[in-house]
Structures are given as C-alpha cells and as structure tokens.
C-alpha cells in the first residue's frame, strides 16, 4: 500500500480505480489549422455557444473577448516565432500575471486561462483533446495534473467517484465542480500521475488528505465501514431547512463565497444566506484600477438577488497582508500582516471605500444585504467607519436613491484587540463574524499561511478558544448575533464546542453545508 498526501484539505471520501489522464495522453482528432486570428475567432464563436448554459463558459467568452490575449500576443509574435510559439508564450506570460496575484481565488483562475488558450491553440495546430475523457470505466476516479474547466465539462459526472490532481487550490474549479455535483476532490497531491498507475484501486480521503494506493485489507474495510455511516448520516439531512439540535435550537448554517456564482451555488446547495461574501473578486478582477461604483453594483445586485430573502453579509475590501492588486502600488512592509491591511487601507482611501458603501447601499434595495468590516482594533476606528457608512446613507438618502434604511452593520472579530474589547463593540453594532483564520495567527503569534510552524497555527488552542467564547460572550452580553466565517466553522469536530460557547450562526465552506447541517442535528 503507497500513502500520497496533500497540505489542501477537502470534503469526504471516495473508493475506486485510477482512471490516469497524462497530458499528452489525449486522443486528437484532426482539422484544418489556421492563423492565430482566425484560431481567436473560432474559439469566440465556440464559446459564446456554450456560455449560455454554463458560468465557467461565460466567463471563458468574457476572457476570450480580453484585449489582453490579443496583445500579449501581438507583443511575442515576429517573423522568427510561428502562431503556435506565440500563443504559448502569450499564455504563460499572462498565468505569470495571476499566479504573481497573492489570492487564492484569483491564483486558481490561472487554470481558465489556460483552458482559452488551450482552445486556440487547438484550432492553430488542428487538434482537439475531445475524447481524452470517452470511455471512462464507471467508478473511476481521475487522476491528473491539472483538470481545466473544459476538461471537467467533457466527463461523464456519473462514471466517476472522485479526482485526484497534482496542481490546484480548495478553490480551484475542478473542486466546485466536484463539490456541486457531489464528488470528491483532492488535490496538490505532487507525483500523483507519476505513482498511481491506471487501474490501481485507491482509497481517496479528501477531509484527511490522503490517498491510499492498493490499500490492504483492514485500511479498506475501515473505509468502507466510515463511509457508509457518513452516507446513512448525509441522506438523513435536509439540506433545505434549518438545522434544529435535538433540543430544538434552530442554527443558521450560511455559506462563505467569493464571488457571485458562487453565491449562486452555496444557495442551491441549501445555504441558509452567505455569511461571508468576500469582495476582494472585484477589486482583482479589475487590470488598472479600483472598480467603479456601478461595476460593484452590479455585482452586489446580482449575488443579493440569488439569495432571495436570505442573507447576503458582504465584507468590505480586505486587502494588504498577502493580497496585493496589481494597480496599487504600497510601500514594501516589514510585517505586512501587521500593516497596512483591510479596513486600515479603506479608511485611508475615502473616495475608493465611499464607491464601496454606496455600491452596496444601493444593492440593498434588491435583497436582504447585511455590510461586514474586516480587522476592527478599536472603538474609535468603528466609530470613524460607522460614520462614514452614515454619510454615504445620507448623501442617498438626499439623492432620492433607495437603500435598505435598516441595513445590518456587524464586524469581523479577527483580532485580539477586538476580543478585548468585544463588548464596547459590540455596543455599536449589529452582529459579529469570527474570523479564526486570522484570530488564530494574530492570537498563536504565527503566520497561517507559513507550513513550518502550522503546529502552532492551531484554531483548536487554548487560547484562541478563549478568545473564541469571550467574542461570544461579548456579542451575547450586548444581544448580538455572533457568526463564525473562519475555516474553523466548517471543521465537524468543531461544532459541537462552537454551540456549547453559544454560537448563534455558522458560515461554511460550499461542501460543508451538509455535513454541518447534520452534525447540528445530532447535536
Ligand atoms: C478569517 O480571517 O477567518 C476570514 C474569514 O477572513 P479571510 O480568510 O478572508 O482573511
Ligand atoms: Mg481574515
């Protein structure tokens, strides 16, 4: 039995036969090649066929119609570099543009890139990749370097149990894809194509992140035995109600999103509202500057309008620490966890934090939109935010734009500054969020996104659980609603404590809805 791992934790666990993709594995059927001009505009018509019943091919179009491909291109291509160099060289130049954007999100959308690319360059070379995925044995479960978005469309959902890749993120799309249609998916499992061979029966254990190759017969029938008690316990769960205890304390479990597809797939995955829509997508989305006012929006709108009457808690820009934006030049920092970061970068741009508020302000008007400030230290600080939320309703309200005039305001709890103080603010405001990724870095002394000391970045220490239920108990002492947006919401061993402390709400990671859910029903 050979044991691969992976740091990326996922969801569930899933047997079955290795079913190996290598890249230049593909079968290839054979076309006219052509220019790069004519391959753009081919892969243009391709694509805006298929937007229509898929957001990752909307956006594939949306990408293909960038100036950016034809440009970087047209900079590459002389006399010297034939169209298929060029459109290489134009594709890894521009994935060089995103991987260097510290957002994992963002980092993940390396792979459509690849995926456009990928198309035009099949036209130019006359090739297709169609059938790499026919035939697939049912039960299979994937194993490649990198699965793209049209790779993940091509395959037959319900041959197979599971991917495995070498490259990507939690938030890559082969793990919402994986996740919206019930799947497992692991992945960063480095040398997976290299020491899984095709047929090889694997155990996959996404929540421990670990792959069993040949297991032998006791580690298969334990698997086999915690599955299908996990089975008999997720069939159990409605999705679609509120979690009650068996107490009968209804619990809210939203969901944690990053943009407003997502948004759209936790609500049809039984969210109970988006607890955490992380805003930083528009601000990276946008090449050369802060995004307009009606660009957010827009974008607001149309993530409240998905959740109906349920909750949309949308945080304000939470950038500086590790996520830069490529047209925002700050001075280098010693400490940029320490610095110049989140709601510390908003109030020192007015005008861009301004756009903001009144970009969701007037989103408000079509849903039930709650605003969220991320890394509040002090009362004065919320005081100065708070009135400047203030003014923004003012100068709608002036205007004769309608918002919500009861809109919720609540904070991120990610500091210990703010646990020291969670009552006075908790005095000021609506309801709280606990953010335990950061609390547990800013509480432990140690960096979360640093492997070497990871033993350290522990949410389940002592005393970030201190920390945790004096947020709690501050939120609570003053009537508010405490949520919980950090990592640490969607961890089953977690829950059981979270709801002794008092949390009222949990925000989740998409795949964790369920098993939330349930683990509060056995409660
Ligand atoms: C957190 O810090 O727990 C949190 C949810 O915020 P982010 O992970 O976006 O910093
Ligand atoms: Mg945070």
Known sequence: MDILRTVSRGQGICF???FVVREDGGQVTVWDQCSFSEALEKTRSELEKLASDSDIFAAHYEMSQDPLIEDTYTEIKDDFIDDATACKEACEAICRLFEGIDDEYLRARVDDVKDVFGRILGHIEGRSKAGRFADIPHGSIIVAENLTPSDTVEIEMSAINGFVTEHGSTTSHVCIIAANNGKVA???????????????FMIVDASEGMVFVDPDEATRQEYERRVKTENEQLASVDVHAVAKTKNGKSVQVMANAGN??????????????????????LYMESKDAFPSEETQFAAYREAATACGEKPLTIRTLDVGGDKKLAYWNTPKEENPFLGFRAIRVSMAMPDMFRNQLRAILRASAFGNIRIMFPMITSCEELASVLSVLDECKNELSESGIPFDQNIKAGIMIETPAAVLIAEELAAMVDFFSLGTNDLTQYVMAADR???????????????????????????????????????????????????????????????????????????
């Not at 609500?267 to 997508?281: H, M, N, V, Y």
């Not at 945790?468 to 002492?477: E, Q, S, V």
């Open 16 to 18: 079955g036969h290795a």
């Open 449 to 523: 996104g640093n492997s070497a000391i990871s033993h350290i970045y522990n949410p389940f220490a002592a005393a970030v659980q201190k920390a945790i239920k004096m947020a709690i108990d501050g939120a609570h002492n003053q009537g508010i609603e405490c949520c919980m947006c950090g990592e640490l919401a969607s961890n089953k061993e977690a829950t059981g404590m979270l709801l002794g402390y008092g949390l009222d709400t949990f925000s989740v990671s998409i795949p964790a809805i369920a098993t939330i859910k349930y683990a509060i029903t056995s409660l």
């Open 260 to 281: 407003p597809a997502e948004v759209k797939a936790a609500i049809e995955a039984g969210a109970d509202g988006i607890g955490l829509l992380r805003s930083e997508f």
């Open 186 to 200: 692991m992945v960063g499992v480095g040398g997976a194509t290299e020491m899984i061979q095709n047929g090889q």
